[in-house]
């Protein structure tokens, strides 16, 4: 992209003194594995990179949705979540540009490399658990159960699965929404959609990348729930699934405050690591590979009738 270039005129523009020189070229890279359409956008000679989403061009399942009220959002939630942990800087909106967000582009290696690599994983989830503990404890609010649940339904409802796999699902939702397990005084701010693309790792600090689905009034076991699911679907298609439990044990270990604290969470954490399979199963429909998160998840949502 040149100098006469609308959206690049004002990306230098928003900018201001972070770009030396206002007539550099900029190379575009255009990102996948997205809900949007994502570019990085690198400045020549300025060291400097910026990322953008831009809410108006869907490129995943969901083709209409509030893309204005979208892009609010989580220019707002990143700015809300910048004062307690390390997000990436929020820097500009636009809806004359497609409903662009601009945000700094964070550098480093992303928790599924470490998967990948099976290098320093302990250490990144450790990492992790501190991170999330800090956004859940500083974020306090009342606890919306029922969206909760909600968002559960909406996986549901958007399975290919046969009608009786899914009467089956409901009933034992029905289960948990009886118990009194998930009740809690207070929910929180929770990023929900804590999959290992979504943490990376820059010169020893740990950064929660995509507020996209983040809302306000969750129970903090979400977070912990997607991200182990993710874990056990990676370490199962790697050939066993119960490698991952070490990492499990170690990661909730880690985000609890003590012995009453770890208990209360192993208690609740079937209940989001369904939620997490099942959206694995939802996003991954198309893969060989999609039965065992169906049948995972059953596993854990049926640990509300041994207790």
Not at 154 to 160: A, D, E, M, P, S
Not at 212 to 241: N, Q
Request: aromatic share 14%; hydrophobic share 35%; proline share 3%.
């Amino acid at each position: 992209m040149k100098p006469g270039n609308t959206f690049r005129d004002w990306l230098v523009e928003v900018l201001g003194d972070r770009i030396h020189n206002k007539n550099c070229e900029i190379r575009v890279f255009k990102l996948s594995h997205a809900s949007h359409r994502i570019c990085k956008y690198e400045f020549k000679e300025e060291k400097f990179s910026i990322i953008a989403k831009f809410f108006a061009i869907p490129t995943g399942m969901i083709k209409k949705y509030d893309s204005y009220g979208l892009m609010k959002k989580e220019y707002e939630d990143l700015k809300k979540a910048r004062k307690i942990i390390d997000v990436p800087e929020p820097i500009a909106i636009n809806k004359d540009f497609n409903c662009v967000l601009v945000s700094k582009y964070v550098p480093g290696k992303t928790l599924f490399w470490y998967l990948k690599h099976r290098k320093e994983l302990k250490e990144k989830l450790e990492l992790i658990a501190d991170m999330l503990r800090k956004l859940h404890e500083n974020t306090k609010t009342y606890y919306d159960k029922e969206n909760e649940f909600s968002k559960f339904h909406y996986v549901l409802n958007h399975l290919k699965i046969s009608r009786r796999m899914k009467k089956d699902y409901k009933r034992l939702l029905g289960k948990w929404w009886h118990s009194s397990l998930l009740d809690t005084k207070n929910g929180c701010m929770i990023h929900n959609d804590s999959t290992p693309v979504n943490f990376v790792f820059h010169k020893g600090r740990s950064f929660l990348l995509d507020f996209d689905l983040a809302a306000r009034h969750g129970h903090f076991a979400c977070d912990l729930g997607i991200l182990c699911a993710e874990l056990k679907y990676y370490f199962a298609r790697k050939g066993s699934s119960q490698e991952a439990d070490s990492y499990i044990h170690h990661f909730l270990k880690r985000y609890s405050k003590n012995e009453k604290g770890f208990h209360k969470i192993t208690k609740v954490i079937p209940f989001y690591m369904a939620y997490g399979l099942l959206r694995i199963a939802m996003l991954k429909s198309d893969t060989s590979y999609r039965d065992y998160p169906l049948r995972e998840a059953k596993n854990c949502l049926e640990a509300i009738e041994k207790i």
